[in-house]
């Protein structure tokens, strides 16, 4: 596969200097989606700037007055996707896979009727959601951050839908289990509930498998751990099972997105991981969410598969900081998944937070960089420099599988706050101006690293 950057006639870039989406043979990694005016280019408030009513949109004054900026914004991210996605040879059913960030999770039923209209029989491709603090725009009220297929029918490349007999989708939304193209599958996110029954477990009382760990120590610690630990152990067993009887496994997974309720959950997490993932854990990026798509779910997993086989893992390296027991990167076959990258220097042991934390070049580099960007507070020149050491590490990283910083197609940016982003916008782009991936940004609740400014995954070739 090679790096190709694509343009759209009618569908424009979300963040300056970066591009609307790449290509890589038939995949199509789009930069995160929001709903904007064409002629003013913020974010629409209602549908007299969207210029229709469109479904669900109830026509009642009282309703339309919660739900209509977030049918409005949803309505043309959708109609975006659709565009762009013809301009390429292919159709909104391509998509393979899009995570949903939302600012308030009580317009889930809204987004459950507005995809339930567009796409037939109601089902739209995989997903996942979230609620998070912030998106790109303070206007904004969702995001997607897309990935599709082009299909050629020449070649015999086409969108699989997979389902399966261990995960039922149906219950929990109108949204399907997973995409396969070719070599890769792309998975919704999975959570810790019965799929036969739907009951969502909690701990002991609903979890009696025998070969579950359960937290160690005093009652009361162990049961506030118990919710967090139930879940995750439920979770990759379901995948587990869902994996092998689609002729995979979890040796095949190249990475996965765990969204955490609570990140004082993570020791736990990575507890139940270890006992999933005897040797190598995939790579993965963890990110503190406000809400999932169920107040009582604790923690979400989706996943991404090479399926022609084990993945192969970067080598460890001491100049780059791992979050956790997940490798920093895999490829498999043409791709490389990145896990989430932080600032922290591996080799001093600390946070990097300011310009001097830096070496000289890269702190000159940073420096001219954002100069002329006005500074308000100390965290945003700890975010620029942490950006500086995040492309740093991803570089090396990369380069331990055969890639390059100019080979990569999309990268994610979750932030702790919205207002650091023109300063990694601008880091990012002294390094990969010439040859930009596709983008998202996003803030989150909360980070694995406590000082950690932003975090950073990215797809390469």
């Known amino acids: 596969m090679k790096k190709a950057i694509v ?10 200097g970066f591009p609307v989406a790449t290509r890589a043979g038939h995949l199509l990694f789009v930069s995160g989606r929001v709903g904007l005016d064409r002629g003013s280019g913020l974010p629409l408030s ?3 700037e969207l210029g229709r009513k469109p479904v669900p949109a109830l026509g009642l004054l009282a309703p339309d007055s919660w739900e209509e900026t977030f049918v409005a914004q949803a309505s043309r991210i959708y109609e975006d996707i659709e565009t762009l996605l013809a301009e390429q040879g292919a159709k909104k059913t391509d998509l393979l896979f899009y995570s949903i960030y939302k600012r308030e999770m ?4 809204v987004l459950a009727r507005t995809r339930a209209a567009l796409f ?3 089902v739209a491709p995989p997903s996942t959601a979230s609620q998070v603090p912030g998106l790109l725009y303070p206007g904004a009220v969702v995001c997607f951050d897309p990935v599709a297929m082009v299909p050629d029918p020449a070649q015999g490349i086409a969108k699989q839908v997979l389902s399966s007999n261990h995960v039922i989708q149906g219950p929990l939304s109108n949204y399907e289990l997973a995409a396969r193209a070719g070599d890769y599958t792309f998975y919704a996110g999975v959570v810790g509930a019965h799929p036969e029954t739907g009951l969502i477990i909690y701990g002991a009382n609903q979890l009696t498998d025998a070969d579950w760990p359960r937290p160690a120590g005093a009652l009361a610690g162990r049961l506030l751990l118990e919710p967090v630990s139930a879940q995750t152990y439920t979770i990759y067993k379901l995948m ?10 979890l040796a095949n997974l190249m990475r996965v997105n765990i969204y955490l309720r609570d990140m004082s959950g993570l020791p736990e997490m990575e ?3 270890a006992h999933f993932f005897k040797g190598r854990a995939p790579a993965g990026t963890v990110i503190g969410v406000e809400s999932l798509a169920r107040r009582d779910f604790y923690i979400e997993i989706e996943g991404v598969t090479y399926d022609r086989g084990a993945v192969r893992p970067a080598p460890a390296d001491a100049r780059v900081a791992s979050w956790g027991r997940h490798v920093n990167a895999v490829r498999g076959g043409d791709l490389v998944f990145v896990s989430g990258l932080s600032g922290y220097d591996a080799v001093s042991g600390r946070m990097v937070y ?3 934390d830096l070496d000289s070049a890269a702190a000159q580099g940073v420096a001219q960089a954002i100069a002329g960007i006005v500074v308000q507070t100390h965290e945003q020149l700890a975010a ?9 590490q991803l570089e090396i990283v990369l380069k331990s599988l055969d890639s390059e910083l100019r080979s990569l197609l999309k990268i994610t940016v979750y932030l702790r706050d919205m207002a650091d982003f023109p300063f990694v916008r601008k880091v990012m782009l002294a390094s990969l101006g010439d040859d930009p991936p596709a983008i998202t940004a996003v803030a989150v609740h909360d980070l694995p690293l406590k000082d950690a400014r932003l975090q950073v995954e990215a797809v390469a070739v």
């Open 354 to 356: 300011r310009l001097a």
């Open 46 to 48: 209602g549908y007299q």
């Open 240 to 249: 587990r099972s869902m994996l092998e009887e689609h002729g995979t496994g």
């Open 120 to 122: 037939e029989g109601g």
């Open 271 to 273: 507890r139940i991981a």
């Open 106 to 109: 009580r317009n889930f039923p």
């Open 7 to 16: 343009s759209s006639r009618a569908v424009a870039a979300p963040i300056a």
């Open 384 to 392: 620029a420099a942490q950006t500086q050491s995040i492309l740093d």
